[in-house]
């Protein structure tokens, strides 16, 4: 399989999107509107109904003192169809003891699942991993793992396995700059401290909203539309309109984990709604 990789110029730094597969899902995880309904703007949007397919990516910013991640993937624990972010990153020319900093928008495991080994050990010897501070409280907190509901438990046993393979290489961070050029901001809902990264060079910038959306046929026409393992589905759309309607009024470029690839692109109001709009690419991209 070819990996997925495509760099883009942001000022003096070179952002570059890289795909670790993707998962097969189901539109039963949709909520807040009819099953019908997503059913159409799936069609619509030229997308399965049977088998919505979510992308999975992650981000790779060069340009400052060292390499810098943005989410890690789902390693080797998923479905053979995740997992391939250690090839895209190879195909970059980056080893792994290379990155300096991984920045995690959030704890689950498709997005973590990769910073560690089936033997748990640190795949990133010698990156720094930041999380969002109000991730780890709620991941990390004593007895959390036991009031999760059943099938919830082993996200909480992944946060848990990373932070015993990074030691005193986690940082936990709240909103405002983590990195020189490098700004975190609370996007609360999916994940009580699911965060997002704004990236600027000189007059150049990129919002990196991890998992604002996943399905873009439907959650860019219908904002409200959730998913079953949204944390909190409420607070989840209600972020997502949000960020949504400022990155229309301001035009801004924006790069999602879960949009197709390559995924970088802006936002456009369509009626009540708002409309997915990629990037242009070229060479000198």
């Not at 807040?32 to 997308?47: D, H, K, N, P, V």
């Not at 290379?98 to 995690?104: E, P, Q, Y």
């Not at 219908?222 to 998913?227: G, K, N, V, W």
Request: aromatic letters at 6%.
């Amino acid at each position: 399989m070819r990996p997925g990789v495509l760099p883009w110029t942001l000022g003096d730094r070179v952002v570059v999107a890289l795909n670790d597969g993707h998962l097969d899902a189901s539109l039963s995880l949709v909520q807040g509107i009819s099953s019908e309904e997503a059913a159409r703007l799936q069609i619509e949007g030229f997308r399965s109904a049977e088998a919505p397919r979510i992308t999975v990516n992650a981000f790779l910013i060069l340009g400052g003192p060292a390499p810098v991640l943005v989410d890690a993937g789902m390693g080797a624990g998923g479905p053979a169809s995740l997992g391939h972010l250690p090839k895209a990153l190879a195909a970059c020319g980056v080893a792994a003891d290379a990155i300096g900093t991984v920045l995690v928008t959030h704890l689950h495991s498709d997005h973590i699942g990769g910073l560690t080994g089936p033997d748990g050990a640190a795949l990133y010897p010698n990156a720094e991993v930041v999380i969002p501070q109000a991730e780890a409280a709620y991941w990390l907190a004593d007895g959390a793992e036991g009031r999760a509901p059943e099938g919830a438990k082993a996200g909480f046993r992944r946060a848990h396995a990373l932070v015993a393979a990074y030691g005193d290489r986690i940082r936990r961070a709240g909103e405002g700059e983590v990195l020189p050029g490098i700004e975190a901001i609370l996007a609360p809902g999916h994940t009580p401290g699911h965060t997002a990264y704004r990236v600027q060079s000189g007059d150049h910038s990129l919002l990196i909203w991890g998992d604002v959306v996943h399905l873009p046929a439907i959650q860019f026409a219908q904002a409200e539309a959730t998913l079953s393992f949204d944390v909190d589905g409420a607070m989840a759309a209600a972020t997502r309109k949000r960020i949504l309607d400022r990155a229309a009024a301001d035009r801004l470029l924006v790069a999602g984990m879960h949009l197709e690839f390559p995924a970088l692109g802006k936002v456009r109001r369509d009626g009540a709604g708002f409309a997915w709009v990629p990037e242009q690419w070229s060479a000198a991209s």
